[in-house]
Protein backbone atom coordinates (compact mmCIF):
# COMPACT_ATOMS: atom_id res chain seq x y z
CA UNK A 1 0.00 0.00 0.00
CA UNK A 2 0.90 3.62 -0.88
CA UNK A 3 2.41 5.91 1.83
CA UNK A 4 1.62 9.23 2.33
CA UNK A 5 3.32 11.90 4.51
CA UNK A 6 0.61 14.90 4.84
CA UNK A 7 -0.46 17.91 7.08
CA UNK A 8 -4.00 18.09 7.05
CA UNK A 9 -4.51 21.35 5.71
CA UNK A 10 -1.55 21.48 3.82
CA UNK A 11 -2.97 22.06 0.06
CA UNK A 12 -0.36 20.60 -1.89
CA UNK A 13 -0.54 17.77 0.32
CA UNK A 14 -4.27 17.91 0.00
CA UNK A 15 -3.56 17.89 -3.92
CA UNK A 16 -1.96 14.74 -3.89
CA UNK A 17 -4.57 12.91 -1.72
CA UNK A 18 -7.16 14.15 -4.09
CA UNK A 19 -5.64 12.47 -7.02
CA UNK A 20 -5.07 9.01 -4.88
CA UNK A 21 -8.15 8.95 -4.43
CA UNK A 22 -9.50 10.15 -7.69
CA UNK A 23 -7.76 7.02 -9.16
CA UNK A 24 -8.81 4.57 -6.17
CA UNK A 25 -5.05 4.38 -5.21
CA UNK A 26 -5.26 2.79 -1.64
CA UNK A 27 -2.55 4.94 0.85
CA UNK A 28 -1.62 5.47 3.90
CA UNK A 29 -1.90 8.64 5.45
CA UNK A 30 1.19 9.19 8.09
CA UNK A 31 0.69 12.92 9.76
CA UNK A 32 4.61 14.86 9.04
CA UNK A 33 5.86 17.64 11.49
CA UNK A 34 8.10 19.04 9.05
CA UNK A 35 9.18 21.70 10.59
CA UNK A 36 10.88 19.66 13.36
CA UNK A 37 13.25 18.00 10.82
CA UNK A 38 12.93 14.21 11.94
CA UNK A 39 15.93 13.08 10.68
CA UNK A 40 14.03 10.11 9.32
CA UNK A 41 12.35 12.38 7.91
CA UNK A 42 14.81 14.51 6.06
CA UNK A 43 16.28 11.58 4.62
CA UNK A 44 13.11 10.73 2.49
CA UNK A 45 12.91 14.31 1.56
CA UNK A 46 16.24 16.39 2.50
CA UNK A 47 13.96 19.75 1.53
CA UNK A 48 11.87 19.22 5.08
CA UNK A 49 8.60 19.62 2.73
CA UNK A 50 5.40 17.66 2.28
CA UNK A 51 3.90 15.82 0.67
CA UNK A 52 6.04 12.68 0.49
CA UNK A 53 4.43 9.78 -1.34
CA UNK A 54 6.07 6.41 -0.98
CA UNK A 55 5.01 4.22 -3.84
CA UNK A 56 6.12 1.35 -6.29
CA UNK A 57 9.03 1.15 -4.24
CA UNK A 58 9.58 4.75 -4.35
CA UNK A 59 9.57 7.90 -2.47
CA UNK A 60 9.06 11.04 -3.79
CA UNK A 61 9.02 14.53 -3.07
CA UNK A 62 7.02 17.46 -4.67
CA UNK A 63 3.30 17.87 -5.65
CA UNK A 64 3.39 18.54 -9.17
CA UNK A 65 5.71 16.04 -10.02
CA UNK A 66 3.84 13.31 -7.88
CA UNK A 67 0.63 14.23 -9.42
CA UNK A 68 2.13 13.41 -12.70
CA UNK A 69 3.95 10.51 -12.31
CA UNK A 70 0.61 8.96 -10.64
CA UNK A 71 -1.18 10.46 -13.73
CA UNK A 72 1.59 8.58 -16.58
CA UNK A 73 1.23 5.35 -13.81
CA UNK A 74 -2.19 5.26 -12.83
CA UNK A 75 -3.93 7.13 -16.59
CA UNK A 76 -7.68 5.91 -15.29
CA UNK A 77 -9.67 7.99 -14.98
CA UNK A 78 -7.53 11.06 -16.29
CA UNK A 79 -7.02 14.36 -14.86
CA UNK A 80 -4.79 15.67 -17.76
CA UNK A 81 -6.64 15.84 -21.43
CA UNK A 82 -4.99 14.17 -24.51
CA UNK A 83 -4.67 17.36 -26.71
CA UNK A 84 -1.20 19.69 -26.23
CA UNK A 85 -3.20 22.55 -25.94
CA UNK A 86 -5.71 21.30 -22.84
CA UNK A 87 -2.45 19.67 -21.75
CA UNK A 88 -0.66 23.03 -21.60
CA UNK A 89 -3.88 24.75 -19.85
CA UNK A 90 -4.19 22.84 -17.07
CA UNK A 91 -0.41 22.62 -16.11
CA UNK A 92 -0.60 26.86 -16.10
CA UNK A 93 -3.80 26.93 -13.77
CA UNK A 94 -1.89 24.17 -11.52
CA UNK A 95 1.09 26.88 -11.84
CA UNK A 96 -1.29 29.60 -11.07
CA UNK A 97 -2.76 28.10 -8.05
CA UNK A 98 0.48 26.64 -6.64
CA UNK A 99 2.38 29.77 -7.19
CA UNK A 100 0.35 33.11 -7.11
CA UNK A 101 -2.77 32.10 -5.25
CA UNK A 102 -0.19 30.24 -2.81
CA UNK A 103 2.04 33.41 -2.39
CA UNK A 104 -1.08 36.17 -2.41
CA UNK A 105 -3.35 34.07 -0.72
CA UNK A 106 -2.92 30.90 1.19
CA UNK A 107 0.29 32.04 2.73
CA UNK A 108 -1.11 35.03 3.95
CA UNK A 109 -4.45 33.59 5.64
CA UNK A 110 -3.77 29.95 6.16
CA UNK A 111 -0.50 30.08 6.88
CA UNK A 112 -0.34 33.50 9.00
CA UNK A 113 -3.67 31.90 10.92
CA UNK A 114 -2.74 28.13 11.68
CA UNK A 115 1.21 27.09 10.52
CA UNK A 116 2.07 29.99 12.61
CA UNK A 117 0.14 29.07 15.59
CA UNK A 118 1.05 25.70 15.04
CA UNK A 119 4.88 25.48 14.73
CA UNK A 120 4.92 27.64 17.88
CA UNK A 121 6.40 30.61 15.31
CA UNK A 122 4.36 33.68 16.81
CA UNK A 123 1.02 35.35 16.21
CA UNK A 124 -0.13 36.09 12.52
CA UNK A 125 1.20 39.55 10.87
CA UNK A 126 -2.27 41.25 10.41
CA UNK A 127 -0.89 43.49 7.54
CA UNK A 128 -0.27 40.20 5.56
CA UNK A 129 -3.71 38.69 7.00
CA UNK A 130 -5.40 41.77 5.34
CA UNK A 131 -3.28 41.01 1.95
CA UNK A 132 -4.34 37.80 1.62
CA UNK A 133 -8.03 38.92 2.54
CA UNK A 134 -8.19 41.44 -0.72
CA UNK A 135 -6.55 39.14 -3.07
CA UNK A 136 -8.97 36.49 -2.68
CA UNK A 137 -11.28 38.44 -4.22
CA UNK A 138 -9.73 39.22 -7.70
CA UNK A 139 -8.56 35.37 -7.74
CA UNK A 140 -11.97 33.98 -6.88
CA UNK A 141 -13.19 36.94 -9.61
CA UNK A 142 -10.71 35.55 -12.27
CA UNK A 143 -12.24 32.09 -11.59
CA UNK A 144 -15.57 33.36 -11.87
CA UNK A 145 -14.27 34.25 -15.44
CA UNK A 146 -13.13 31.11 -16.20
CA UNK A 147 -16.05 29.65 -15.03
CA UNK A 148 -18.47 31.67 -17.03
CA UNK A 149 -16.53 29.94 -20.01
CA UNK A 150 -15.96 26.97 -19.37
CA UNK A 151 -17.68 24.03 -17.52
CA UNK A 152 -14.79 23.48 -15.03
CA UNK A 153 -11.54 25.31 -14.86
CA UNK A 154 -9.29 24.19 -17.77
CA UNK A 155 -12.11 23.02 -19.85
CA UNK A 156 -15.20 20.93 -20.07
CA UNK A 157 -13.78 17.96 -18.29
CA UNK A 158 -12.60 17.85 -14.16
CA UNK A 159 -8.63 17.93 -14.39
CA UNK A 160 -5.66 17.76 -11.88
CA UNK A 161 -6.54 22.07 -12.25
CA UNK A 162 -10.05 22.07 -10.35
CA UNK A 163 -8.22 19.61 -7.57
CA UNK A 164 -5.24 22.24 -7.20
CA UNK A 165 -7.51 25.33 -7.34
CA UNK A 166 -9.85 23.14 -5.06
CA UNK A 167 -7.44 22.02 -2.20
CA UNK A 168 -6.11 25.65 -1.82
CA UNK A 169 -9.78 27.02 -1.74
CA UNK A 170 -10.67 23.75 0.63
CA UNK A 171 -8.21 24.65 3.45
CA UNK A 172 -9.05 28.54 3.33
CA UNK A 173 -12.96 27.30 3.54
CA UNK A 174 -11.71 25.38 7.04
CA UNK A 175 -10.87 28.57 8.79
CA UNK A 176 -13.94 30.02 6.80
CA UNK A 177 -11.60 32.31 4.52
CA UNK A 178 -13.90 31.96 1.88
CA UNK A 179 -16.76 34.25 0.41
CA UNK A 180 -18.83 31.80 -1.27
CA UNK A 181 -21.46 34.77 -2.19
CA UNK A 182 -19.48 36.46 -4.37
CA UNK A 183 -19.70 34.14 -7.17
CA UNK A 184 -22.57 31.81 -7.44
CA UNK A 185 -20.73 30.02 -10.12
CA UNK A 186 -17.58 29.03 -8.38
CA UNK A 187 -19.89 28.46 -5.16
CA UNK A 188 -21.57 25.77 -7.43
CA UNK A 189 -18.58 24.86 -9.04
CA UNK A 190 -16.79 24.25 -5.20
CA UNK A 191 -20.24 22.15 -4.38
CA UNK A 192 -19.62 20.04 -7.57
CA UNK A 193 -16.43 18.86 -6.91
CA UNK A 194 -16.78 18.75 -3.17
CA UNK A 195 -19.26 16.13 -3.58
CA UNK A 196 -17.19 13.23 -5.20
CA UNK A 197 -16.07 10.67 -3.30
CA UNK A 198 -12.18 11.60 -4.15
CA UNK A 199 -12.82 14.36 -1.48
CA UNK A 200 -14.37 12.58 1.92
CA UNK A 201 -11.60 12.14 3.65
CA UNK A 202 -10.85 15.84 3.32
CA UNK A 203 -14.01 16.71 4.49
CA UNK A 204 -13.18 14.50 7.77
CA UNK A 205 -10.02 16.19 8.63
CA UNK A 206 -10.13 17.67 12.08
CA UNK A 207 -7.21 19.82 12.93
CA UNK A 208 -6.73 20.74 16.93
CA UNK A 209 -7.33 23.94 18.13
CA UNK A 210 -9.18 25.27 14.69
CA UNK A 211 -12.73 23.46 14.69
CA UNK A 212 -14.54 22.71 11.12
CA UNK A 213 -17.26 25.46 10.18
CA UNK A 214 -20.82 23.94 10.32
CA UNK A 215 -20.91 24.05 6.60
CA UNK A 216 -18.01 22.36 5.81
CA UNK A 217 -18.47 18.81 5.11
CA UNK A 218 -21.77 19.93 3.77
CA UNK A 219 -21.91 19.12 0.09
CA UNK A 220 -24.44 20.92 -0.58
CA UNK A 221 -23.94 24.20 1.82
Given at each position: ??K??HV ?10 L ?9 E ?5 Y ?13 A??P???I ?9 A ?8 Y ?23 D ?14 R???K?T ?8 N ?5 K ?12 L ?12 L????AA?H ?8 DV????S ?35 L??
Open positions: MALYPLSPFCRKVRSLAEKKIECLVEEKWEKDPDFLRRNPAKVVLKDGRTMAESAICEYLEEKPEPPLMPRSLDARYEVRRLVGWFDKFHNEVTSKLLYEVNKVKQGFPDSAVKAGAAIKYHLDYMAWLDHRRWLAGDTMTADFAALSSLDYIRDWNRAVVKDWYAKIKSRPAFRSILADQVPGFPQPPHYADDF
